[in-house]
């Protein structure tokens, strides 16, 4: 394993506060498996995101370089609606070695079209239907695009409210492929494990063919940054206790939701918090990754 503090960068980083890098030990190949591209080359479908500077791929490049992180995940956000090419494209410029995508579809797409964004490195299909507002598909969707991605083994990647989760249970255990839930499964705070979603999560996660994000954990807390989001550590720990072997982590960077930017930096340190085994942190950051995305293990 690689300590990145040895050739730390004060370069300022756009949508992310703070300069200095983290203090994890960051593992050779470590990926951030969620962010989002915003390049205007590509039209924007709707208004979508909090506060952003520009947040291209090259300024992506500066926050690898800050968190010592070399692999990548793109997620298509919901101000493209259905069209990927922002993260195809991004895809293209990091490198299918270092880079997978997941994109956005709606009913009509075509398998033509899936097998092109296949090629292309998307490696899951979104739903993120934890509000309705924005939202470029529904949930009388998920089904049957999930039927339809099996055979290319892509994953159904879902960024839901914990009240979803449990509106939808009976769906979500015939689902043919690998589900992905966002965010630590968008438990509410103060609620967190006391809510129902977390025992239908842990029945998912017992049939292996569920993963979880570390990532977003400003989303849910209640105590903000100013308390290290302390609130959700519970959550985070609970899910590494239960699945270490099926959680990936991820920055979220830019933060759309955010308008004050978070540290990535200390984000990805509270890692350290959660767990204290080295091993469990390689397994977050490299193994995983490589197994659900499809990277050179």
Same mark, same amino acid.
């Not at 308390?227 to 270490?244: E, K, L």
């Given at each position: 394993?690689?300590? #990145?503090? !040895? +050739?730390?960068? *004060?370069?300022?980083?756009?949508?992310?506060?703070?300069?200095?890098?983290?203090?994890?030990? $960051? /593992?050779?190949? +470590? =990926?951030? +498996?969620?962010?989002?591209?915003?390049?205007?080359?590509?039209?924007?479908? $709707?208004?979508?995101?909090?506060?952003?500077?520009?947040?291209?791929?090259?300024? %992506?490049?500066?926050?690898?370089?800050?968190?010592?992180?070399?692999?990548?995940?793109? $997620? #298509?956000? *919901?101000?493209?609606?259905?069209?990927?090419?922002?993260?195809?494209?991004?895809?293209?410029?990091?490198?299918?070695?270092?880079?997978?995508?997941?994109?956005?579809?709606?009913?009509? !797409?075509?398998?033509?079209?899936?097998?092109?964004?296949? *090629? !292309?490195?998307?490696?899951?299909?979104?739903?993120?239907? %934890? #509000?309705? &507002?924005?939202?470029?598909?529904?949930?009388?969707?998920?089904?049957?695009?999930?039927?339809?991605?099996?055979?290319?083994?892509?994953?159904?990647?879902?960024?839901?409210? !914990?009240?979803?989760?449990?509106?939808?249970? @009976?769906?979500? &255990?015939?689902?043919? =492929?690998?589900?992905?839930?966002?965010?630590?499964? *968008?438990?509410?705070?103060?609620?967190?494990?006391?809510?129902?979603?977390? &025992?239908?999560?842990?029945?998912?996660?017992?049939?292996?063919? #569920?993963?979880?994000?570390?990532?977003? +954990? %400003?989303?849910?807390?209640?105590?903000?940054? $100013?308390?290290?989001?302390?609130?959700?550590?519970?959550?985070?720990?609970?899910?590494?206790?239960?699945?270490?072997?099926?959680?990936?982590?991820?920055?979220?960077? /830019?933060?759309?939701? @955010?308008?004050? &930017?978070?540290?990535?930096?200390?984000?990805?340190?509270?890692?350290?918090?959660?767990?204290?085994?080295?091993?469990?942190?390689?397994?977050?950051?490299?193994?995983? /990754?490589?197994?659900?995305?499809?990277?050179?293990?």
């Amino acid at each position: 394993m690689t300590h #990145t503090n !040895a +050739a730390a960068t *004060r370069t300022p980083v756009p949508n992310s506060a703070g300069t200095d890098s983290p203090s994890v030990l $960051v /593992p050779n190949n +470590a =990926c951030d +498996a969620h962010l989002h591209i915003y390049d205007d080359r590509f039209p924007q479908a $709707v208004a979508a995101a909090a506060g952003l500077e520009l947040a291209t791929v090259h300024q %992506y490049r500066l926050l690898q370089k800050r968190l010592g992180t070399s692999r990548a995940v793109i $997620v #298509t956000p *919901r101000s493209y609606g259905t069209d990927n090419r922002v993260t195809v494209d991004a895809i293209a410029q990091l490198g299918l070695n270092n880079a997978r995508g997941v994109a956005v579809l709606r009913s009509d !797409a075509t398998d033509q079209s899936m097998d092109e964004l296949d *090629r !292309a490195g998307i490696r899951g299909l979104r739903f993120s239907l %934890y #509000t309705p &507002k924005n939202a470029a598909a529904s949930f009388d969707m998920v089904e049957p695009l999930a039927n339809r991605i099996h055979r290319l083994g892509w994953h159904l990647q879902l960024h839901w409210t !914990a009240d979803q989760f449990v509106e939808h249970a @009976e769906m979500l &255990k015939r689902l043919p =492929c690998p589900l992905v839930l966002d965010h630590m499964g *968008r438990l509410p705070q103060p609620l967190g494990l006391s809510h129902p979603a977390v &025992k239908l999560i842990e029945q998912l996660l017992s049939n292996g063919n #569920t993963w979880i994000k570390l990532s977003g +954990a %400003y989303l849910d807390s209640q105590v903000g940054e $100013v308390n290290g989001f302390s609130d959700v550590d519970a959550v985070a720990r609970h899910w590494i206790a239960q699945a270490p072997d099926r959680l990936v982590w991820g920055s979220d960077w /830019p933060h759309p939701t @955010e308008t004050h &930017k978070p540290d990535d930096a200390k984000m990805l340190d509270r890692l350290m918090r959660w767990t204290q085994h080295q091993d469990i942190i390689e397994k977050i950051l490299v193994h995983n /990754p490589a197994q659900l995305y499809g990277f050179e293990r």
